[in-house]
């Protein structure tokens, strides 16, 4: 198989690569979240702060539990040069296919004031009390509809399928109809939100295969990986990224995009910071061009954000 190859080789390719490139100062990087969400007042309060001791420019935020879309795009109308407004997805309409999905997200999608999607749930691991076991597969009419209406906006859609909490066999049937659904709409960016939970040679398959699906690296990092169960993807060894991991980041550099996914109140403050901090080693380890497309430029093309 073609990828096989290319793992045969790819260590020397980026040996080749490494010797001839610039790595980034600090001083030339700044960071795109493409993807958190916020639950309450008092998080909104800290969240321009926190992106200002983090070095991050933008955050791409969507409303979960006790806040609104319209608290969202209240606030980024507040800070229309930090915070690019995401149409909510999450909740119990969705989760049990209600009318009343369908109808909100007709009303947000058909207003100006948002800029991008929310992930959508396709399949969600139990999180104890705080979030249920969600089983919507892609050819789902709540996932087609979604779709539709990203496409319209030409915005990317955001998959949220947790591959590693999978069973086998069902593991098999979101591959294919997430592989069918990309083949498909071959125009439209789909991302992977927490790299899919995938291997890196999964992720390595699907880009190769792929033209249109990218992976966002959210709670990847030790610290999300450290106070969690759940089987993420974790792409750090030390400070840095894994071997395996910096070999695919660098050859695919304009497929990955930053991104923490926080939420609750506990990963607004000094957890955020301390993912910020490992990303921020991360990136000075990698070549100057390699962490300027995942930490900002693929957020800026993908979602159409000026510099």
């Given at each position: 198989m073609p990828h096989k190859k290319l793992l045969f080789v790819l260590p020397a390719i980026l040996l080749?690569?490494?010797?001839?490139?610039?790595?980034?100062e600090p001083t030339d990087l700044y960071f795109i979240d493409a993807h958190s969400q916020a639950d309450s007042e008092d998080v909104l309060q800290r969240v321009i702060p926190l992106m200002d001791q983090a070095g991050v420019?933008?955050?791409?935020?969507?409303?979960?539990?006790?806040?609104?879309?319209?608290?969202?795009t209240n606030f980024a109308e507040q800070h229309p040069d930090r915070?690019?407004?995401?149409?909510?997805?999450?909740?119990?309409?969705?989760?049990?296919?209600?009318?009343?999905?369908?109808r909100m997200l007709e009303s947000d999608m058909s207003s100006e004031k948002?800029?991008?999607?929310?992930?959508?749930?396709?399949?969600?691991?139990?999180?104890?009390?705080?979030?249920?076991?969600?089983?919507?597969?892609?050819?789902d009419?709540?996932?087609?509809?979604?779709?539709?209406?990203?496409?319209?906006?030409?915005?990317?859609?955001?998959?949220?399928?947790?591959?590693?909490?999978?069973?086998?066999?069902?593991?098999?049937?979101?591959?294919?109809?997430?592989?069918?659904m990309l083949t498909q709409n071959p125009g439209q960016p789909f991302v992977m939100i927490h790299m899919g939970q995938l291997r890196p040679v999964d992720v390595q398959r699907l880009i190769e295969s792929h033209q249109?699906?990218?992976?966002?690296?959210?709670?990847?990092?030790?610290?999300?990986?450290?106070?969690?169960?759940?089987?993420?993807?974790?792409?750090?060894?030390g400070d840095v990224l894994a071997p395996k991991w910096r070999e695919l980041v660098t050859l695919y550099r304009n497929r990955f995009i930053l991104a923490f996914d926080n939420v609750w109140s506990d990963?607004?403050?000094?957890?955020?910071?301390q993912e910020a901090e490992y990303w921020h080693k991360a990136f000075m380890a990698l070549p100057q061009d390699v962490s300027r497309?995942?930490?900002?430029?693929?957020?800026?093309?993908?979602?159409?954000?000026?510099?």
């Open positions: 080749l690569y490494l010797a001839t490139s610039v790595i980034a420019r933008r955050t791409i935020l969507s409303a979960r539990q006790k806040l609104t879309s319209g608290d969202i915070i690019t407004a995401s149409v909510r997805t999450k909740g119990r309409d969705y989760e049990e296919n209600t009318n009343g999905y369908y948002f800029g991008a999607i929310s992930e959508l749930l396709m399949y969600h691991a139990q999180k104890g009390k705080k979030a249920p076991e969600v089983v919507v597969y892609p050819d009419n709540r996932v087609q509809t979604t779709l539709a209406l990203a496409k319209k906006k030409e915005w990317p859609l955001v998959v949220h399928i947790e591959f590693a909490s999978l069973a086998e066999d069902n593991k098999i049937k979101y591959m294919e109809q997430l592989e069918a249109n699906i990218y992976f966002m690296t959210s709670h990847t990092n030790p610290v999300a990986i450290n106070k969690s169960n759940q089987p993420w993807a974790p792409m750090f060894e990963q607004w403050g000094s957890f955020y910071l497309a995942i930490a900002h430029e693929n957020a800026e093309r993908l979602w159409h954000i000026s510099k």
